[in-house]
């Protein structure tokens, strides 16, 4: 098919050529054609290039060769799916950075709070949410790039476009942070591709298509992606200290991926390893692979569906089918490569049943990273063989807040034995008096930073000091630490102990990890305040499903417990031997009288039940390390036994 199209392309062109080359010769025409004259001839309906005042190129610009072919040759990988860069990237959050009604919403509240820093406020801002139509008003020397100087400038509304990534100057890169961007404006895109065809884009755009290798370098993330900001008291006065609102770049610096050269772009851009002709209308084009796809996707599926459902509103112009692409692989980032989860019964006593959560972060980053409002809790529920409740933690109420928790703020946990007690990993901003505040600009001291480190994070490492574990998490055996102490696992195990209260039956245990990125809580002080922005958006998430997004689920079903009042017998009235054992034959060594014994494995399934035994009894098949029940004349004693 690819080869009839060239065919048809081809031939017209030879013909074009062989006509004028029989043109006579004037003063103004030359019968001699270069590639962008064969180019300008061949396509008499591109509009004119960029203007030469115009630093950067708006995504209109970069569509028409590298948005979504309707012929379906170029920009399609080797199923004939659409991996158009324009196509994935128009309903990402990079894409709507500039028209995101929630940082416009959160721009006004900080305004509203100290009106007096309203200038630097809005153009700090606006370095990285429009950091085109910022760079642009600096470089032509104005002091400050207001939001009403974005809301009449196509550049700035294009938020994180093309240009904004492509012409990033190699110079000092990964360096400078806080909205501080070096770009090249000698009307060049940097590419990851050697050898580039470059008159198409230089003759119909007016840029020029440049191969650099530092493009694929994490560091094009450093400038927006820490952010360290000047403090103030609650009266708007300067501290004369910063404050690191956010660090995802640090993060990532601390941690394996950066040893292991794995950048931003090997997870946010996932390379594809087919062969792709990355420009529409010439099929000439020599196919490049591999291929980085443009979905720039992250977490924020709340705020996606928000754009998607207010998109006339918000002016995006981007297609229904595009956002439901974006939100699908943005729950698939959550739901596949954030978080490994498993839940394990641990022991049973005869009034409580042990368990253990064990996540890791997959993330190569803290997570949750980013914007200081994001938060990860864990929600687990203990439901009796009647459906009653017998223990829970961390649930939600209608408003879609975690019941239990603190009012500054819920402590970090190993051990969770109470209903009011639930483990939420977050960032805690709190101000000069040390109490918590979403005012990003009272940011002085944080309280708690108990998000998951990621892979090989060290509480030694020269970024620490931007990357901190605070609070209870820093004194957590297990927290990013192994069984030796050593750091850098990546992962929390948390305990719940559960209260039998008496109970003799099946339970059902339930555990699930929920992610919020505008929690109700922290969007409280902000809806408290009222601008034009903050009641526009307010609106926009009333309506919204402000259900929170399930990262991941582990249970345990039909788990036998069984409540007993007399006292646990004492491990030196019974023996059990040899643990470990190899034949998984167990011998009893004691005068207690056993009337029964129960097997569990650790995910808390019943395997079998021994009445009356004698001298021994034999574990199930399988290696492994199970629980054994024993019910005695004296009571219940569990004991784990390993069979190797």
Known sequence: MKNRRVFVVVIPTFILLLVLSFMPVTENHSAALDASDLLRLHQPFFPPPVDSVQYFPTQVDCKGCHGKDPDGFAMVDSDGQDVSMHEDWVTSMMGMSAKDPFWRAKVSHEV????????????????????????????????????????????????????ACHQMSPENLGNLFSGEIIYDTTRVQYGPYENPFAPPMANFVGFTPIASEHINDAGICASCHSLVTKSVDLDGNFTGTTFVEQATYHEWLNSQYNTDDVSCQSCHMPRIEDSVIISDNYLFLEERYPYALHDLVGANTFMIQLMKDNKEALEVDAPDENFDETLAKTLEMLQLNTLDMSLELINLDPDTAYFEIALTNKAGHKFPSGYPSRRAFIEFVALSEEGDTLFQSGVIDDTYEVIGQDEQFEPHYDVINQTEQVQIYEFVIGDVNSNFS????????????????????????EVYDTTAIVGNALFDADFNKDENGNQGTGGDIIRYHVALNGYTGLVDIRARVWYQSLPPKWMAAMFATSTPEIESFKAMYDAADQSPVLISAAAINDLFVESVSVEEVSPSMLGLSPNPTRTGTVFINGSTTISSIRIFNLQGQLLSIIDAPGEHFSLPQPKGLYIVQLETDQGSQSVKLLRQ
Request: proline share 7%.
């Open 438 to 461: 979403s005012v990003l600009e009272q940011g002085y001291v944080p309280l708690k930073d108990n998000r998951l480190p990621p892979l090989g994070f060290s509480t030694e490492h």
């Open 112 to 163: 509203a709070v100290n009106p007096m820093h309203s200038a630097e406020l809005q153009d700090k801002c606006t370095s990285c949410h429009a950091p085109m139509g910022h760079y642009t008003s600096k470089y032509e020397g104005h002091e400050h790039y207001l939001i009403a100087d974005l809301l009449t400038d196509t550049v700035g509304l294009d938020g994180v476009s093309c240009g």
